[in-house]
């Protein structure tokens, strides 16, 4: 029960939405290219991941010093069904600000 709570809550915030819609999109990405497309302070950005981290969308692998998310796989069909309800959404993703170089973020 604890799990389908946080999965729900982590849905209840625009925000969260744009953040699935935009790793869903673009795939896995470097967590200071998200800063630069989503124009997010770093803290605001890291506390949204964490929580859809932390419900079961997301995975994070880490390159070096950088973080790398993206949609997890396999999700279980509550989440699934939850990310193709968000692909119906008219959400104006903004566009993909890549500012690492080679795999190296310049932030």
């Known amino acids: 029960m604890e799990v389908f709570l946080k999965s729900v809550s982590a849905l209840n915030d625009e925000t969260r939405i744009l953040i699935l819609r935009f790793l869903d999109v673009n795939g896995e990405t470097c967590v200071c290219d998200l ?11 890291s506390r949204h ?16 010093t950088w973080a790398y998310y993206s949609i997890r796989s396999p999700l279980d069909r509550f989440r699934s069904e939850a990310l193709e309800e968000i ?21």
């Open 87 to 107: 692909k119906c959404l008219p959400i104006e993703l903004p566009p993909l600000r890549k500012i690492s170089e080679n795999g190296e973020c310049k932030i």
């Open 49 to 64: 991941l964490k929580i859809l981290k932390d419900a079961g969308f997301l995975r994070v692998e880490r390159k070096g």
């Open 35 to 45: 800063q630069a497309s989503l124009e997010m302070i770093q803290s605001r950005l």
